[in-house]
């Protein structure tokens, strides 16, 4: 059944917003602010997996459409151009055609920094984070190089349909091995935290950001499951580490090493602004936001490092602040939108890598060096939310999508 004429923009435009990431709360924030100009009723909802659209006619009639779509995927250079699509819609820029006709555009258009751009981030971010974790010069190597490996597993994923439904598991396995048989032969290899690196990518701090971004502003159904598909990410990704770890040791014995830090705390900084860096191809975040999209990511990283002496929560809760004053004030001066930067940000504080470690003590190095992580992962998700709820980014004011 078509879709009536006068209700096909604001369908198109939930489906765009929806499938570029944008947040289900300032989906819906968007869809009943162009309802409202073209005088429409409406009411919206945008789920992880559907959108229900209810348009109030006269005579009490009503029209129901609803969309079955896949999770979006947050790919920030999209969402930049379907937002501001939508903002000039808003304060009458373009008309409606103009922006049906953008969006069209958005649809065709290729976003990205090019094969070798995205492999040098996916390998740039995994030795990076390498060093942040204090581990060694040859685990910092090897998670390069794995990187790269990691980056061609991706591409077969696009094209093999079996491939991109394993993905997680299967680039941990990818890691696994290709770790513990180097460490075989090379010393000083940290097994667990050389793997976290390698897939650093994958692991789901993007995803726990934007559930608790959603849950905090009280979109509760989308928010949960989005919480809930991070976690279960996270947990497919742990069971290739140790699907890979039980089948080695049943023709090696693998014993824990001990690795002495050999990496000069002062690189630390250097391996924080690449990191940061590496993340927004693979984000691809736009050209004219990169640079400030770094500054974002950096920023929050390094004010919640030297609060650290506050504890937990406090660095972590003024950390987020940060991170959300500085995006406020960079898309005021770019006019892209706040969660282009707030990402970055945000990004570098969330607990996936951490849970990842947590695990990983826990189930393959069998260390207590980390008896207290999970307390440290929930005053960290305590931090993010007080943060994100004491700055004020959820109340819902016109125009407060943006």
Not at 77 to 95: P, Q
Not at 150 to 158: E, P, R, S
Not at 276 to 305: C, E, M, Q, W
Not at 317 to 338: D, Q
Request: some cysteine; proline content about 4%; overall charge neutral.
């Amino acid at each position: 059944m078509q879709v009536p004429k006068k209700y096909q923009f604001i369908v198109k435009l939930g489906k765009a917003l929806h499938t570029y990431g944008v947040p289900s709360y300032k989906s819906q924030i968007y869809l009943s602010e162009i309802a409202e100009k073209k005088g429409i009723k409406g009411s919206f909802m945008d789920t992880p997996t559907w959108i229900n659209y209810a348009f109030f006619e006269e005579d009490d009639h009503t029209y129901n459409h609803v969309e079955c779509v896949p999770p979006g995927e947050l790919n920030l250079g999209a969402l930049s151009g379907v937002t501001e699509i939508t903002n000039n819609v808003i304060r009458n820029k373009v008309t409606y055609q103009e922006a049906q006709k953008q969006i069209d555009e958005l649809e065709t258009k290729r976003l990205g920094y090019g094969k070798l751009v995205e492999m040098i981030a996916f390998m740039t971010s995994a030795g990076a984070f390498c060093i942040i974790l204090d581990t060694s010069w040859a685990s910092v190597v090897l998670a390069t190089i794995i990187g790269a490996v990691i980056y061609g597993v991706t591409l077969l994923a696009k094209k093999y349909k079996y491939i991109r439904a394993v993905l997680e598991s299967l680039v941990a396995l990818v890691a696994t091995i290709i770790t513990v048989t180097t460490s075989l032969f090379v010393d000083q290899i940290s097994i667990s935290m050389t793997i976290l690196a390698s897939i650093i990518v994958f692991i789901p701090g993007l995803s726990i950001t934007t559930a608790l971004e959603e849950i905090t502003s009280k979109s509760l159904v989308s928010g949960t499951a989005k919480l809930f598909d991070a976690l279960v990410s996270l947990f497919k990704q742990f069971f290739g580490v140790i699907l890979g770890i039980t089948i080695f040791s049943l023709f090696v014995d693998l014993k824990p090493v001990e690795i002495s830090p050999t990496i000069p705390e002062w690189v630390d900084y250097i391996a924080v602004l690449l990191l940061a860096a590496s993340l927004l191809p693979v984000f691809k975040v736009r050209p004219k936001d990169l640079i400030f999209g770094l500054i974002s990511g950096f920023s929050s990283y390094f004010i919640t490092y030297f609060l650290g002496s506050t504890g937990i929560l406090i660095s972590i809760f003024i950390g987020t602040l940060a991170a959300v004053s500085i995006s406020k004030l960079f898309a005021k001066i770019t006019k892209s939108p706040e969660l282009v930067f707030l990402v970055p940000g945000i990004i570098m504080l969330v607990p996936g890598s951490k849970t990842f470690i947590s695990l990983s003590s826990m189930f393959i190095e069998q260390t207590p060096n980390h008896n207290h992580m999970g307390e440290q992962i929930l005053y960290i998700f305590m931090g993010i939310i007080g943060g994100l709820i004491f700055s004020g980014s959820f109340i819902e004011h016109r125009n407060s999508a943006k």
